[in-house]
């Protein structure tokens, strides 16, 4: 009887996962939800983004860097994307982590090949500090029902997500990410602890 129940749970979680695919449609890099209407980004695989990226070995590579991202996240961020009134609180947050995740891959795909070239760009505190202007570029664009702190959270989220398999080449940089995704952490602990004591 047990073996049976969990067959039969299984076979609902594969028609409820073939209901829930249904239920999307792709259309010109928006997914849309047929149901609720929330309309999601639907970016080309990691692999796929990182194939189209280009590189600057000349003038100002490293502030490159930073302008890259911009357009990166200028260019994905449509107000159908990133408008309350068409999407859910969850839906906002899925479009700005991809979004932000997106640009941080281009990034890295960048910080490799000059790592690799003769200029051997590795300066983790200058990276760092391209995602800090980010986070000064991002806070003004935050859809309506986000905070600036968790725009800053899904920013550097992404960029840890991003990097994290290359630790091993960057990991000052991975360490002050995830030393500030700790530190969002801690005070959203500490402000439920507040709030149970009201």
């Known amino acids: 009887m ?20 249904k239920l999307k449609f792709s259309w010109i890099g928006y997914l849309l939800n047929t149901k609720t209407l929330d309309v999601y980004l639907d970016l080309p695989k990691p692999a796929d983004i990182q194939s189209f990226v280009t590189t ?19 260019l994905q961020f449509s107000p159908i994307l990133m408008d309350g009134q068409f999407n859910c609180k969850e839906t ?21 090949s000059l790592g690799k070239s003769i200029i051997s760009f590795t300066n983790q ?4 500090g391209v995602v800090i202007r980010l ?29 994290v398999k290359k630790q091993s080449r960057y990991p000052k940089f ?18 439920k602890k507040k709030r149970g004591r009201k």
Request: proline fraction near 3%.
């Open 2 to 21: 047990r073996s049976k129940g969990m067959g039969s749970r299984s076979t609902s979680t594969s028609v409820k996962q073939t209901w829930i695919k």
């Open 56 to 74: 600057a070995f000349s003038g100002h590579p490293g502030e490159q860097l930073y302008a890259g991202c911009v357009r990166s996240i200028k």
């Open 92 to 112: 906002l947050t899925r479009n700005l982590y991809e979004n932000f995740f997106s640009a941080a891959l281009k990034m890295e795909t960048q910080t490799t």
């Open 125 to 128: 505190d200058f990276l760092f």
């Open 135 to 163: 986070g000064q570029y991002v806070i003004p664009l935050a859809p309506y029902g986000i905070s600036s702190n968790e725009m800053l959270y899904l920013l550097f989220q992404a960029f840890f997500n991003a990097y």
């Open 174 to 191: 991975t360490y002050l990410l995830k030393c500030m995704l700790d530190r969002y952490d801690k005070s959203q602990k500490d402000q």
